[in-house]
């Protein structure tokens, strides 16, 4: 047992501490989120229904809501040894600038070339991909992370990678276009001309500047009319929160080595996968009854689901082809601002976390991203990471409640998610850094208008 008065500002893991097997925390939910619906019958889709679109065992994890430690295959093991364990860091600096009694640590997930935790589930989706005999896969990207995590992930594998990219994204960020076909992935601007998905949205709404709803329904088109394609998506599904329980474990691993118990974690929240995973142990030990803690999801003002939108089943994608899905909702045609710099711009929420909230498990807030980027500068000042902006909503969080711990003299230990760098997110920093950054946060009005197109059964 290593003293606990002397925690390093970093604490590893070695190889050998390492998860085995990724932590399936619907098994411990007594409550399961509810079923993904087959969009035409309603009825609870099948594992035949969901191997059409995605890869087989993937499928399978879709739906297992049974087994609570499903093995991490050897070959994803290895990969994961070459970028992981990532580590856990003491954020000593930072605690000493803001002059608080808590005691705050991230876990850092940018440590790999793609920058972002998305690295943990794009490896284990292809090597199923692979194991499948497919040809290649399709997926949609927004900032731009998950593509260049599953591009690396497929030129590992030797897969195809037909990346869909919302076309905001496309244009504001070319280095990470370039980046992912540097890894032979084949990127187009969503919407486009190349699916009939695209062709209509581009008809009803011409200049749109596109959105993750719409890129998904474009690669769902593909992969379903492509022999030897299946599509893969990097966040809201089970399977890649259970892939994401890995940074969960690891930190939890190297808390227990020091014995230290976190009263507080915090994640940000886009489609759920880095806050699912982080969480995943804690909160089966807290629905096991074994420990208390607070769990707190992080979301931008301007895309609020799980604070602002209706939990209620709803469409994934904006051409209404996926199955739909139980969660908190701002609706499928909900398209956040395009002055919104901040990534988190899924119109809704994991089914394991919208679950967890209404339980009453999970809370949430907002915030404006004029505030986040001046907890991201003031962040990076200290620590000397430069946050992605999604990153810098749980990093503000983790601020407010550790300023909130001065006031009250509470020592509390707040863990939070770093999700990764933002090195390709420079043209948000400008705009912060020229004082040109505009929130942009919906009125009730536009929320009640998008969720009156919520389907109804
Ligand atoms: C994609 C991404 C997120 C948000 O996705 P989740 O599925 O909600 O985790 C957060 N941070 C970074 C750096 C990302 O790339």
Redesign the pocket.
Known sequence: MANRNEIPYKIYLEESEMPKAWYNLRADMKEKPAPLLNPATHEPASLDELSAVFCRELAEQELNNNDAYIEIPEEIRSFYKMYRPSPLVRAYCLEKALGTPAKIYYKF??NNTS????LNSAIAQAYYAKKQGLKGVTTET??G??GTALSMACAYFDLDCKVYMVKVSYEQKPFRREVMRTYGADVTPSPSMTTEVGKKILEAHPGTTGSLGCAISEAVEYAVSHEGYRYVL???LNQ?LLH?SVIGLETKAALDKYGIKPDTII???????????LIAPFVGEKLRGEADYQFIAVEPASCPSLTRGTYAYDFCDTGMICPLAKMYTLGSNYIPAPNHAG??R?HGM?TVLSALRAQGILDAVSYKQSDVFAAAVQFARVEGILP?P??SHAIRAAIDTALKCKETGEEKTIVFGL???GYFDLYGYQKYNDGQLENYIPTDEEIAESLEKLPKF
Do not use: M
């Not at 994640?267 to 995973?277: F, R, T």
């Open positions: 997930e940018g920058g972002s935790h998305k927004g900032a992370q998950w990097g966040s809201v890649v994401q994640g940000c929240a886009g489609g759920g996968s880095n806050l699912g995973g990534g988190l899924y994991s992605a999604e990153s999700t990764g760098t």
